[in-house]
């Protein structure tokens, strides 16, 4: 068992304009949140989702990005990971 821990969000967050969700880059093992898509404007009844390429920062490729199962360690795989309370500010 590794110490991998995690602060990112548990699967899909959403702020008032944005959207990420928890993935994984198996290129720089690290686990990020991942900006996904943008609410650029609010309307009445309409849920306007713009989906954005999901880019890890570190490599400036999305090529290596997977989904995270929110639970298992990524790196290991050991099951439940240390998770710290998330502490994403939102704009
Ligand atoms: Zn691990
Ligand atoms: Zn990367």
């Known amino acids: ?4 821990e995690t602060t990112c969000s548990k699967g899909i967050d959403r702020g ?6 928890a993935m994984y880059c198996t290129k720089c093992k690290v686990l990020k ?3 996904i898509g943008n609410f650029p404007k ?6 306007q989702f ?3 390429d999901r880019i890890c920062k570190k490599c400036e490729t999305g090529e290596y990005l997977t989904q995270w ?3 298992d360690c990524p790196s290991c795989g050991h ?3 240390k998770h710290r309370r998330s502490d994403i500010l939102w704009d």
Do not use: A, S
């Open 16 to 21: 008032f304009r944005l959207q990420v969700e």
């Open 69 to 71: 199962n929110t639970m």
């Open 42 to 47: 609010y309307e009445f009844g309409k849920n």
């Open 79 to 81: 099951f439940r990971m």
């Open 50 to 52: 713009e989906p954005v």
């Open 1 to 4: 068992m590794c110490h991998f």
């Open 33 to 35: 949140d991942i900006h």
